[in-house]
T-cell receptor
Framework: GENVEQHPSTLSVQEGDSAVIKCTYS??????FPWYKQELGKRPQLIID?????GEKKDQRIAVTLNKTAKHFSLHITETQPEDSAVYFC???????????FGRGTQLTVWP | DAGVTQSPTHLIKTRGQQVTLRCSPI?????VSWYQQVLGQGPQFIFQ???????GRGNFPDRFSARQFPNYSSELNVNALLLGDSALYLC????????????????FGPGTRLTVL
């Protein structure tokens, strides 16, 4: 099955700086890559996703890029704010039905 | 529209007991997936159901079982609980099975926190 690796495991940035989280995947047939934000004690919330036929997608301060050849995708958060602090998970959907394969998560801390 | 709901919120059981967790998907969603999230890790896929049929199963022992009802709600059952079953159990709903559309967002419920003593 699919294997998703995520780095770094922790990331600390100053408010206003940018944050980048990177993921790699193993299944070349994967076609959908969502990112989830999970605040402490809460459910994972979908913040952005990208499909395999697109190289980049942006939504306000958040952007995701996909390199299918290298099998990696990244989350970019610009102008970070303290409320961006959370655990971020990348995921990939392999060739099998709708199951998602998650990375281990990145704890992002934005210092004011 | 209400989001995905799960019950109970928290549960404490002892080893060897059995537990049933419940999930109601977003109205109009026909597919329900269950994930286990151990502290400090990403969610791990357990089951997917669509139209009351199991359509996928992750690498979990037979102690784990699930079903989906005609109203698309779902139950996850775990028998003979072990300490290692302590985790947050997440339910996610989506409109259709991935085979019908490749871009099928999954929305998560708040989870059930299971503690096995």
């Amino acid at each position: 099955g699919e294997n998703v690796e995520q780095h770094p495991s922790t990331l600390s940035v100053q408010e206003g700086d940018s944050a980048v989280i990177k993921c790699t995947y193993s299944d070349s047939a994967s076609n959908y890559f969502p990112w989830y934000k999970q605040e402490l004690g809460k459910r994972p919330q979908l913040i952005i996703d990208i499909r395999s036929n697109v190289g980049e997608k942006k939504d306000q301060r958040i952007a995701v890029t996909l390199n299918k050849t290298a099998k990696h995708f990244s989350l970019h958060i610009t102008e970070t704010q303290p409320e961006d602090s959370a655990v971020y998970f990348c995921a990939g959907r392999g060739s099998t039905l709708g199951r998602l394969y998650f990375g281990r998560g990145t704890q992002l801390t934005v210092w004011p | 529209d209400a989001g995905v709901t799960q019950s109970p919120t928290h549960l404490i059981k002892t080893r060897g007991q059995q537990v049933t967790l419940r999930c109601s998907p977003i109205s109009g969603h026909k597919s329900v997936s269950w994930y286990q999230q151990v502290l400090g890790q990403g969610p791990q896929f357990i089951f997917q159901y669509y139209e009351k049929e199991e359509r996928g199963r992750g690498n979990f022992p037979d102690r784990f079982s699930a079903r989906q009802f005609p109203n698309y709600s779902s139950e996850l059952n775990v028998n003979a609980l072990l300490l290692g079953d302590s985790a947050l159990y997440l339910c996610a709903s989506s409109k259709l099975l991935a085979g019908e559309t490749s871009y099928n967002e999954q929305f998560f419920g708040p989870g059930t926190r299971l503690t096995v003593l």
